[in-house]
């Protein structure tokens, strides 16, 4: 190359970064991994790391925790309990008061799937399970709000009770797409943004639906 012969490198210029690797440096504990601990220690530390999830969801802000260590397991959790708690009867029952447990399911991870490839269409930056990850640990409010729909109707059905579920289930509603939007509007193209939060609105728009109408057989 035409003018690297006339540059000179002063000795006085100390290399930065290790060259050697020192002996005996090595520790045993360099040869740990997470095949050699213990199953509960492999167990609480994915029960941290979910607990962890769900409290950025309750307190939604732009941070990547959800998107760095992504897992299924917390949707997966949600996505039982939700349906469980929607499970009018028993599925042999015509008068169930509302939709069966297999419905349920496939309407949430379904509407997950439809929006996140939606989201990567668009030219979103975050990969699949990211997507699905973030969607389904947002489903967290929407899980509070049927507990909560649950217990009211315990007390009864009448205009009062529909009046306190409405209000939760609305507010629940607007805290799940806040937290979804906070953690995947960035990774959107500015001038797309809006056709990635309208699918979201709809999903947790009939996940709500599904509890506000849900009357217990």
């Known amino acids: 190359f035409a003018g690297l012969a006339d540059v000179s490198i002063s000795e006085n210029i100390p290399v930065e970064g290790e060259i050697t690797v020192p002996v005996g440096s090595h520790s045993p504990d360099e040869d740990y991994s997470t095949l050699d601990e213990p199953v509960r220690d492999t167990i609480m530390r994915d029960l941290k790391a979910v607990g962890k999830k769900f409290i950025h969801v309750m307190y939604p802000k732009k941070s990547s925790a959800l998107l760095r260590d992504w897992d ?21 029952s015509k008068d169930d008061g509302g939709p069966q447990f297999a419905e349920v399911f496939v309407i949430i991870w379904f509407g997950a799937v439809v929006i996140t490839l939606n989201s990567k269409l668009l030219g979103g930056t975050i990969s699949f399970f990211q997507s699905l990850c973030v969607l389904g640990y947002c489903v967290l409010p929407l899980t509070v709000a049927m507990l909560v729909c649950r217990l009211v109707l315990l007390a009864g059905s009448g205009t009062v ?23 995947l509007a960035d990774s959107q193209p500015p001038n797309r943004k809006a056709l990635v939060v309208y699918p979201i609105f709809l999903f947790y728009f009939v996940i709500s639906w599904m509890i506000l109408t849900f009357t217990p057989q």
Do not use: H, K, N, Y
């Open 72 to 92: 299924l397991w917390g949707p997966l959790v949600l996505c039982v309990s939700l349906a469980l708690m929607l499970q009018g009867g028993s599925a042999d």
């Open 161 to 183: 009770s529909f009046i306190i579920r409405l209000i939760v289930v609305v507010a629940m509603f607007g805290w799940s797409t806040l937290a979804s939007t906070a953690f």
